[in-house]
């Protein structure tokens, strides 16, 4: 016996389909396709339009402390964040006239986005001199809303040669520095109840290479500590995350790497290039936005795929 056809719109209801329908029924086609659609409805429900982005211009107006900003990815930062409308505090290590006169430049070109702008000597080393920095900077710019944990050195030597000076300048800057910052100004965010904290690590924290250990243990100990400061600050809601670059030109940290560490650098990278300070700067700049106020304790490498 040939069975006769069924129509499209049938279904068996236990089966959790649509009502069957007779090819016969005299009901118009409409009404049918009508009733079946109001009935995915009723199983799906009613879905809320999607809300716009928010965008880093809600920043303007907000105070952000950025270390070691006079040149790399420090000055991408600030400049940044002026570029948004948020006021700048940064500091430098006073090495000589050059290092001056590039705070000095620094400056001028935040002032030009016409934001207020302070800027002071400090060794992150010193716990002194950070609590000066941040009390006066506070003072300055009106408080205290971002900071972003830049300030680095790296002092690359084979382990067994490597001197104790060395090894303590590497992680007494990197390590040290960061916590004596993120300690200066929780004061402050736990007050408002609000802050931003972005802790520059890098993929060596991840993954070390040849000669770098003390750089290497002092980024993997930050990535601990942002994430062990996320969940000590949560609860005042204040944001603590880390960017984890790879190699990024036009920092004193390549400077010194050989050319043939570099091209290897790129070969290494899905993208196959290097980056550039304002690639760092752009995803420290969303950290920092309430687009990203549910995110914490994350680690966001900005290495163009290396080693994938």
């Known amino acids: 016996m040939t069975r006769p056809p069924r129509s499209r719109y049938s279904g068996d209801p236990e089966e959790g389909g649509a009502p069957a329908l007779d090819q016969a029924d005299p009901e118009p086609l409409e009404d049918a396709v009508e009733d079946a ?18 965008q880093a211009d809600d920043l303007r107006g907000r105070v952000a402390v950025v270390t070691g900003a006079s040149s790399g990815i420090g000055r991408a930062v600030a400049i940044e964040f002026a570029r948004r409308g948020v006021h700048v505090a940064f500091n430098f290590l006073d090495t000589g006239d050059e290092a001056r006169a590039e705070a000095a430049e620094v400056s001028r070109l935040l002032r030009e986005c016409e934001v207020q702008v302070f800027c002071q000597a400090c060794d992150v080393r010193d716990h002194a001199q950070v ?17 972003v944990n830049n300030a680095g050195v790296g002092r690359d030597r084979a382990l067994w040669r490597m001197t104790d000076q060395e090894w303590r300048t590497v992680l007494e800057t990197n390590l040290y520095g960061t916590f004596y910052c993120t300690r200066a100004v929780a004061p402050y965010m736990r007050a408002q109840e609000w802050g931003k904290i972005v802790n520059v690590a890098s993929v060596h924290g991840f993954r070390s290479e040849f000669g770098i250990s003390n750089y290497a243990a002092s980024k993997a100990a930050i990535i601990s500590f942002t994430r062990a400061s996320a969940l000590e600050l949560g609860s005042r809601n204040i944001n603590v995350n880390a960017v984890a670059p790879g190699y990024i030109r036009t920092t004193r940290l390549t400077e010194g790497v050989p050319a043939e560490h570099l091209d290897r650098a790129r070969e290494l990278s899905a993208l196959g290039r290097l ?9 420290v700049l969303f950290l920092c936005s309430e687009a990203a106020r549910h995110i914490t304790g994350a680690v966001i490498p900005v290495d163009g795929g290396y080693r994938l």
Request: aromatic share 2%; glycine share 14%; proline share 7%.
């Open 37 to 54: 659609v109001e009935h995915l409805l009723e199983e799906v429900g009613v879905e809320t339009l999607p809300q716009p982005a928010l």
């Open 131 to 147: 609590n000066a920095f941040i009390g006066e900077a506070t003072e300055r710019l009106g408080g205290v809303h971002i900071l």
């Open 275 to 283: 980056g550039d300070p304002q690639d760092v700067a752009g995803v």
